[in-house]
């Protein structure tokens, strides 16, 4: 949102969350390229961080930062939610929690896990999910796979053995994880449950 607080009457100031709708960058991100040199530098009003209008829509159009490109990215941001939504009513539907996004099953990943439980296991290559799988004993599975697959951490949600199935099958449909197979010659992903089944089974329990 763009705010006045002073200035000429051409030009006013922005706040940083219209920084960074304005530049399609987070706050961390901008603040590295301030301490870089790359970025314009705020204006301090009191306890207040300032950015000039003009200055920003400069860099903005000297880095091609379009508005057909903010647009594009607004877009892929709203299908990121609506996926995020679909697949959180499914999951709650059949298993009574709520999936986990990316960015969460990453933050775990780098914590480690080393219980002999069983889970939905999650391998992760540069703050990707890559590939998703189940076992009674997620650490030895995991371990198995150090030989033949490319990861750098990994994670893992205990399960009861039987909802390994599905809950196995909402990751695999929600994250599709570049490692794991596909069904034939088709383009879908290999799951124990098709996406078809699972939302059958969502209108069964509904309907129950």
């Not at 383009?187 to 059958?200: C, E, H, I, T």
Request: glycine share 6%; proline share 4%.
């Amino acid at each position: 949102m763009t705010e006045s607080l002073g200035g000429s009457m051409s030009d006013q100031f922005l706040r940083i969350p219209a920084v960074m709708k304005k530049v399609a960058l987070r706050k961390t991100a901008i603040y590295a390229k301030i301490n870089a040199g790359d970025f314009p530098p705020p204006i301090k009003l009191g306890n207040v961080s300032v950015w000039l209008e003009s200055e920003i829509s400069a860099w903005a159009d000297k880095n091609g930062i379009t508005p057909e490109l903010l647009a594009s990215l607004a877009l892929k941001a709203d299908d990121a939610d609506k996926h995020q939504l679909k697949f959180n009513e499914q999951s709650r539907a059949l298993t009574g929690r709520s999936i986990r996004s990316t960015a969460e099953i990453v933050a775990a990943a780098k914590k480690g896990a080393d219980s002999r439980v069983p889970g939905v296991y999650f391998l992760v290559k540069d703050d990707e999910v890559v590939y998703v799988g189940q076992s009674a004993s997620v650490y030895s599975r995991v371990a198995a796979h150090f030989g033949n697959k490319d990861f750098d951490f990994w994670s893992y949600i205990p399960c009861e053995k039987a909802g390994l199935d599905i809950l196995e099958s909402l990751y695999i449909h929600f994250l599709q994880p570049r490692l794991n197979g596909k069904t034939g010659q088709t383009d879908q992903l290999g799951a124990p449950v098709s996406l078809d089944d699972l939302l059958k089974r969502v209108t069964l329990r509904e309907a129950a």
